[in-house]
C-alpha cells in the first residue's frame, strides 16, 4: 500500500478491500469519496497527489453530490454550479409530488 492510500481514512472504502486501493487505478473512487466524506485537510491531500484540474474534472462529472457538497465545491474552485453533471441532472428531474 502507497503512502498516500495509509493517509486516507479507511472508514470511507467500507465497501471495497482498503488494502488492494489503488492511487492510479481507484482515482475516481478515491476523489468521489473523500469529496463527500473528508475534511478539508483530506481534500487539500487529493488536490496535491492528482492536481486541482483533476479534482475538478472528476468532482464536475460526477453523478451525485450533496446539495451542500456541490455548493461547497462550486465555491471552493469558483465554477458556476452548472458546470456539475450532478447539477444538470438534478434541474432535469421532474418533481412529481410536491
Not at 28 to 53: M, Q
Request: aromatic share 16%.
Amino acid at each position: 500500500m502507497s503512502p498516500f492510500i495509509n493517509q486516507l481514512n479507511p472508514i470511507y472504502f467500507w465497501d471495497v478491500n482498503f488494502l488492494k486501493l489503488d492511487e492510479k487505478k481507484s482515482k475516481r473512487l478515491i476523489i468521489e469519496r473523500i469529496v463527500n466524506f473528508g475534511n478539508l485537510n483530506e481534500i487539500k491531500l487529493i488536490i496535491n497527489k492528482y492536481g486541482k484540474e483533476e479534482v475538478i474534472h472528476t468532482i464536475c462529472n460526477l453523478n451525485y453530490l450533496e446539495p451542500k457538497t456541490l455548493n461547497f465545491f462550486s465555491l471552493f474552485f469558483k465554477i458556476s454550479k452548472k458546470n456539475f453533471k450532478c447539477y444538470i441532472r438534478r434541474q432535469l428531474t421532474q418533481i412529481h409530488w410536491s
